[in-house]
């Protein structure tokens, strides 16, 4: 399978641990997204990057969260303290141009 | 601020044509986006169209943008059950996803 890849699939955690996901993106594609989906919503951007370094953070993007992409490959994205609002799909994409999506990992805050 | 606007829902009997709309407010847009989400699934690229071109036509997909109105719609021609799914209508600056602005998306329900 050479699509993009996002691990897990589904976490349920209690509110105030903190999480982690990963993202292995199309192995030649150097741009990586995070975006965040809660129901009946559509995507919303959170960070982005090219190769190693992170270009572009949103406003969504609280001091819980961080991303990183050490070596231009996978990425990572924690939440920490996590909180009930933090509850939705996280989204990772990659591209060269046009942006292919992973299945995403849903994240429940109980 | 940037917003893209699109109707919730939309039911069609199976082989006739699907139309669905959206209006997106950023003039400085240079791509516009289809993408189809399945239960479970992550976003799939449809099709998209430049923003300086008025029409794209893909097999059974006919996009159609209004540059002066702002108004982007999607035509899914023939359209099986097998097109139920979620739509998303997406603007950007730049390609590759780059701070793509997502609508919430039309639910496309399909009769047979």
């Known amino acids: 399978d050479t699509g993009v890849s996002q691990d897990p699939r589904h976490k349920i955690t209690k509110r105030g641990q903190n999480v982690t996901f990963r993202c292995d993106p199309i192995s030649e594609h150097n741009r990586l997204y995070w975006y965040r989906q809660t129901l009946g919503q559509g995507p919303e951007f959170l960070t982005y990057?090219?190769?190693?370094?992170?270009?572009?953070k949103s406003r969504l993007l609280s001091d819980r969260f961080s991303a990183e992409r050490p070596k231009g490959s996978f990425s990572t994205l924690e939440i920490q303290r996590t909180e009930q609002g933090d509850s939705a799909m996280y989204l990772c994409a990659s591209s060269p141009n046009e942006a292919f999506f992973g299945q995403g990992t849903r994240l429940t805050v109980v | 601020g940037e917003d893209v606007e699109q109707s919730l829902f939309l039911s069609v009997r199976e082989g006739d044509s699907s139309v669905i709309n959206c209006t997106y407010t950023d003039s400085s847009s240079t791509y516009l986006y289809w993408y189809k989400q399945e239960p479970g699934a992550g976003l799939q690229l449809l099709t998209y169209?430049?923003?300086?071109?008025d029409m794209k036509q893909d097999q059974r997909l006919t996009v159609l943008l209004n540059k002066k109105d702002k108004h982007l719609s999607l035509r899914i021609a023939d359209t099986q059950t097998g097109d139920s799914a979620i739509y998303f209508c997406a603007e950007s600056m730049g390609t590759g996803g780059f701070k793509t602005i997502f609508g919430a998306g039309t639910r496309l329900f399909v009769k047979a």
């Open positions: 169209i430049f923003s300086n071109m």
């Open positions: 990057f090219q190769n190693e370094a992170q270009l572009e």
